[in-house]
């Protein structure tokens, strides 16, 4: 059963329906010895396998809001035929519209209760509920990737790991840790269960249930970079830059950090954490950084883009843009979004999204007429 099949049974089962399914797989796990982190990694690699067989085209928000726009029918002029195209494709097996924490991020910023809605069904629709992990999930993956390949010899691809549902966005479900011991629930198996519960909920079951109030808001990321400009040029290369993001994202995920230098150490090798740093940002910056380090490398050269125009003041705003072109660029074949955040992905010498592959537009025309050649 496909898991958009999955999605539409579990809307139109009732509470009771739902419970018992919810429990008919919590007796399928109980007993089994897989632990939830890795019953969790094998659902995303195969939805990664799935999905990256796929031609992947990510929409920034102001897309989606377009498209709902056209859906509520008060959009611009084009959007409702583009719609059209867009759910007409979206049927087809060669394509996936994908989406990130991002958007939904921003989505939840809609102060109407009933835009919010209306902007999910319309993801629901197109997406089938798949998005790309949080950008820190991503970055942790690419790590662990350039690790097996400088000292393992293993060559695996990301990509493959960091996709998931909109529920992963959410964390993990614990069960209550003041169960007594002897407690006849399998907590592992009540975890797992609740995972397969929200492996299938869809953006706007999300949107209904979540208080716009308290929803985690995106980190401000303008600041940042405002303070890091230079007055020269000289020295801030994307190299540079990698070496920068990658000890910084290392500083923020010590627990990964520990582990993989406890695996080195493990297998004998002996290497300090500053030359592991500048070994990953070697990698990165090598023609291998285009599939092994996606994220760290487009984030590295718009930030070096961002940094070297001593002109332009980045606005928190801009933040939003970043963390989309990381996503869609990085691991998408097409990303629609604005004029300016296009000809920042376009501009030499980075000229980011054409290294990558990705083929950015930026109006409803160019979309439409994409869009009937896939």
């Not at 999905?51 to 008060?74: H, P, Q, V």
């Not at 007409?88 to 109407?112: G, R």
């Not at 007055?231 to 582990?259: F, P």
Request: charge should be negative; charged fraction near 25%; hydrophobic fraction near 40%.
């Amino acid at each position: 059963m496909s898991v958009s099949q999955e999605m539409n049974d579990f809307f139109n089962r009732s509470i009771e329906e739902n419970a018992r399914v919810f429990l008919e797989r919590y007796a399928a796990h109980k007993g089994k010895s897989m632990d939830v982190e890795r019953h969790s990694n094998i659902m995303k690699m195969l939805a990664g396998k799935m999905i990256m067989s796929k031609k992947r085209i990510y929409l920034d928000t102001n897309f989606w809001i377009m498209l709902r726009n056209a859906e509520m029918g008060c959009g611009k002029t084009g959007s409702e035929e583009l719609l059209s195209i867009c759910y007409d494709v979206s049927d087809k097996e060669n394509v996936a519209f994908v989406t990130s924490q991002h958007v939904f991020l921003e989505v939840m910023k809609q102060s109407s209760d009933s835009t919010r809605l209306a902007t999910c069904n319309v993801m629901d629709r197109l997406t089938k509920g798949y998005t790309l992990l949080s950008l820190a999930d991503r970055w942790m993956w690419e790590r662990t990737m350039m690790v097996r390949k400088k000292f393992y010899g293993v060559e695996e691809d990301p990509a493959l790991y960091v996709w998931g549902r909109g529920s992963c966005m959410m964390g993990s479900f614990h069960v209550d840790p003041s169960l007594p011991p002897d407690s006849e629930i399998d907590k592992v198996a009540f975890q797992k269960a609740f995972f397969d519960a929200g492996w299938v909920s869809s953006f706007s079951m999300m949107v209904s249930i979540i208080d716009q109030q308290k929803f985690h808001k995106d980190e401000d990321i303008s600041s940042i970079l405002n303070s890091n400009k230079m007055r020269s040029k000289e020295g801030w290369t994307t190299k540079r830059m990698l070496e920068t993001y990658i000890w910084c994202t290392m500083n923020a995920n010590q627990e990964h950090v520990d582990h993989t230098m406890c695996e080195l150490k493990n297998m004998g090798i002996d290497i300090s954490l500053e030359s592991l740093k500048d070994t990953l940002a070697d990698i990165a910056a090598s023609p291998d950084g285009t599939k092994i380090a996606r994220s760290y490398l487009v984030f590295a050269s718009l930030s070096a883009n961002a940094t070297w125009d001593t002109q332009r003041n980045i606005k928190p705003n801009d933040n939003a843009d970043v963390h989309h072109a990381t996503a869609a660029v990085a691991y998408c074949n097409i990303f629609m979004t604005e004029s300016p955040l296009r000809r920042h992905l376009e501009i030499n010498p980075w000229a980011i999204s054409q290294k990558m592959g990705c083929t950015v537009i930026s109006s409803i025309s160019e979309a439409i007429e994409l869009l009937k050649t896939v």
